[in-house]
């Protein structure tokens, strides 16, 4: 069975590292949020039972992370069942939705707290529950399936699988080989031409544009994919949209100027992870590199990203990704920070980027209503500062920009939402 | 040589799908869309990666089309022809 010492993985440390560097942002951590819309207020007393429904995960949601007194393995204890913090918030004005999701983003989550709730309400209108996680206990996917498990009044914690059985201290000669995998590819990127990166100050807010495009103009766009991208490749398709859009707003130093994009992909289901596991960081990442000359044209583009997460999967990028970020549990978060600064651009990139094509939620109730919609709102660390977030749901697809204030002028900002969502919908 | 049959060719999709989803092979349904059979975007690179490994066929540069991914039945049938030529 499980060890009662859950272990963390390489990449829930990459999150601590995350959480670190966010530590003097307004939220104080690396958090994300799912947004879950209903067109109707949520049910006040389905509203009020859910902290009842999260009871049995109190302890962990109440955890921290601790080091094991012999190995140092870093593993999550969890603390006392402190009730989750939960806040609603009536809106008089349609136009204040976007304001007040952004209001939430940026408070802080209680202290020693993985997870807080808040209720949106409108009286005629768009309302929405959100739900804000911290990065060091869950991933977007796992997100879904905790929601999932307290929509059907699932709590059988055995079946959660939290965190690894053993610290993993037993295989250094893998990790080690695909850390020099990793070190190579990373060498190879930096000969190829300089990366363009931007940061955020340390101390910028979170701010989001959401663009929620509806079941017509989805249906649209994959049919643009199947003919210019190819059957199932939605994904190079929607990258190379982004990229191109991004090109237009950063201006140009050099010709052989290249985009890193940390693609982020869900390793449920690979590498022994199971595909329910609702805790922890369960991703990993495919590092796609293109130069910029090649973003004008899609025609260009689109072949090179499919090229290139072909060569990548069929490298077992990720799976060495995985294996490699173990080794650098042993490291505290500062001196790993000065660490990534230290080897330069190559090890952030120009912008995050991920494409979460189900949801663990489709067609569900939750508290009472129908979920209209669900879209993830992940917060940049100030290094890489901007990240693009595409997500399905009932048929529909959503794009999230998610940046720190203060890294580009609001304008700019407007005009790469605006032009990105002309592209989507095809009228550009 | 042997001439590979649709039906061998369908089971070994069938084995791989099984593998990158995790459902049964039983589950799966040759008349059924990828989709239906658990294939998403990063799956369906999975699947070719494997469809090149067995077969040493590039089905994308071969320029699949929406039709021969309508079903596993008609991706069967497309490999099979990229193994007659």
Redesign the interface.
């Known amino acids: 069975m499980f060890s009662p010492k859950p272990y963390l993985d390489g990449f829930d440390w990459i999150a601590n590292l995350l959480n670190y560097q966010c530590r003097l942002t307004p939220g104080r951590g690396n958090h994300f949020m799912l947004v879950l819309e209903s067109e109707t207020p949520f049910p006040e007393d389905a509203v009020r039972a859910l902290p009842d429904r999260l009871a049995p995960y109190l302890p962990r949601l109440n955890g921290s992370i601790r080091r094991h007194l012999l190995h140092l393995a870093p593993y999550w204890l969890p603390g006392k069942p402190e009730p989750i913090v939960f806040t609603t918030e009536d809106l008089l004005f349609p136009s204040d939705f976007p304001l007040a999701v952004e209001r939430f983003a940026n408070r802080p989550l209680p202290r020693g707290q993985a997870l807080a709730v808040h209720a949106l309400s409108q009286p005629k209108g768009r309302s929405a529950l959100i739900f804000k996680f911290s990065h060091l206990l869950f991933d977007g996917r796992g997100a879904e399936l905790l929601l999932k498990q307290l929509c059907h009044g699932k709590h059988d914690q055995t079946e959660d699988r939290p965190g690894l059985a053993s610290p993993m201290l037993n295989e250094w000669e893998k990790q080690f080989s695909c850390g020099r995998q990793i070190q190579r590819r990373l060498l190879d990127i930096q000969k190829e031409g300089p990366t363009v990166v931007r940061h955020a100050c340390d101390t910028a807010a979170s701010a989001y544009r959401v663009i929620a495009l509806t079941e017509e103009e989805t249906d649209s766009l994959r049919q643009r994919s ?1 003919r210019d991208a ?6 190079p398709y929607l990258l190379a949209l982004t990229a191109e859009g991004y090109d237009k707003l950063m201006p140009r130093h050099a010709e052989n100027e290249l985009f890193l994009i940390p693609m982020s ?1 869900d390793m449920r ?1 690979q590498d022994s992870i199971p ?1 329910d596991a609702v805790f922890f960081n369960q991703w990993s990442m495919l590092p796609l590199s293109i130069l910029r000359s090649l973003l004008a044209d899609p025609a260009e583009s689109i072949p090179e990203i ?1 090229k290139q ?2 060569i990548r ?2 490298e077992r990028t990720a799976l060495a990704y995985r294996a490699a970020s173990r080794l650098m549990r042993i490291a505290p978060p500062p001196l790993l920070l000065k660490i990534v600064r230290k080897m330069g651009n190559s090890t952030t990139g120009t912008f995050m980027f991920s ?1 979460i ?2 949801t663990s939620l489709e067609h569900d109730k939750f508290a009472g209503r129908t979920i209209t919609n669900l879209y993830h709102l992940p917060a940049m660390p100030p290094m890489t500062g901007l990240g693009v977030f595409f997500n399905a749901f009932n048929n529909r697809l959503n794009a999230v920009i998610s940046y720190r204030s203060g890294l580009f002028p609001e304008s700019d900002i407007e005009h790469f939402a605006a032009e990105l969502e002309k592209a989507l919908k095809g009228k550009s | 040589m042997t001439k590979i049959t649709q039906e061998e060719i369908e089971t070994a999709l069938k084995h791989e799908i099984s593998i ?3 459902k049964k092979p039983e589950e799966l349904k040759t008349d059924q869309s ?1 989709t239906w059979n658990g ?4 799956g ?3 699947l ?2 494997s469809v090149s490994r067995l077969w040493n066929v590039n089905l ?1 540069d071969a320029g ?3 039709a ?2 309508s079903t596993l039945s008609a991706l069967a049938e497309r490999i099979g022809k990229e193994l007659a030529r």
């Open positions: 199947d190819g059957p199932f490749m939605l994904t992909i289901g595909r499919r997460i072909f999967t069929g494409f094509s189900g | 990158i989803t995790g990828l294939i998403n975007s990063m369906f690179v999975e070719l990666l994308l699949i089309g929406t021969d991914v």
